[in-house]
């Protein structure tokens, strides 16, 4: 009897094994084609800038704003990449913006409200940002496709802020530091050979930004803010045009 039931033994084993081994490895049959080829070159540059002016403005329990804002921000790009479809590389940012208030006031009652006169606010900030993508092709497609990009960002500014005029004037220095570390998808179209259109958003990431205030030179704060991001960020769009050289 256990001479029997260690034979039984041994024939499931042995059947269990040829089963296991006649198995065909699964295949899903999708195929990645050499969409950026090794040994390119990749650069680029976006460049964002907007201005607005307005006379007597109101909105809402704003009234009577009078002045005007401009924003400008460029970034070049180099990229290397290293491997069919992998690219290693970086970035650098500048961004400027200006708000010139000549007027304006806050409205919340008929006994409440805060007025502004002559707030000038000026802001410079510059940013460094090593980059990795991995690029997908749409199918077979060589002009259509996707890219992967994950960023890690080290950069900082300054910002100077005034009110009023005279003897009423105040004002505030700042300067800060900024970390960013985010996963930024996009799509890449291909005019031709070498010059190609990108749009990316941000998705995914983690910010630091440390804040020191200085105000009419005598009072200093600090400031230290956080955040992760686990949502499209529509604000965090950007355009661009690409060369693959």
Request: charged share 15%; net charge neutral.
């Amino acid at each position: 009897m256990k001479q029997f039931g260690r034979t039984l033994m041994v024939t499931i084993l042995l059947s269990v094994a040829a089963g296991i081994s006649a198995q065909v490895p699964f295949k899903r049959g999708l195929e990645q084609i050499s969409f950026v080829p090794k040994g390119q070159w990749i650069t680029g540059i976006s460049v964002n800038y907007s201005q607005s002016k307005q006379d007597d403005y109101q909105f809402l329990i704003v009234e009577g704003i009078s002045g005007d804002t401009y924003s400008f921000k460029v970034s070049p790009m180099l990229m290397y990449c290293f491997k069919d479809n992998l690219a290693a590389g970086g970035k650098f940012t500048y961004n400027r913006s200006q708000v010139k208030m000549e007027s304006g006031s806050v409205i919340i009652d008929s006994d409440t409200s805060y007025d502004v006169d002559n707030l000038y606010s000026v802001t410079n900030n510059y940013y460094a940002t090593a980059a990795f993508r991995n690029y997908i092709s749409l199918g077979n497609s060589a002009r259509f496709g996707f890219f992967n990009e994950v960023q890690l960002q080290l950069g900082g500014g300054q910002s100077k802020l005034s009110n009023g005029s005279g003897i009423d004037l105040t004002g505030t220095y700042e300067r800060n530091f900024n970390l960013n570390v985010g996963l930024a998808p996009g799509m890449i179209m291909f005019l031709n050979n070498y010059s190609a259109l990108e749009v990316n958003v941000g998705v995914l990431g983690f910010s630091y930004t440390h804040t020191k205030a200085t105000t009419d030179q005598i009072y200093v704060a600090h400031r230290n803010s956080q955040s992760a991001n686990f949502k499209i960020n529509l604000f965090s769009i950007t355009f661009g045009v690409a060369f693959y050289l």
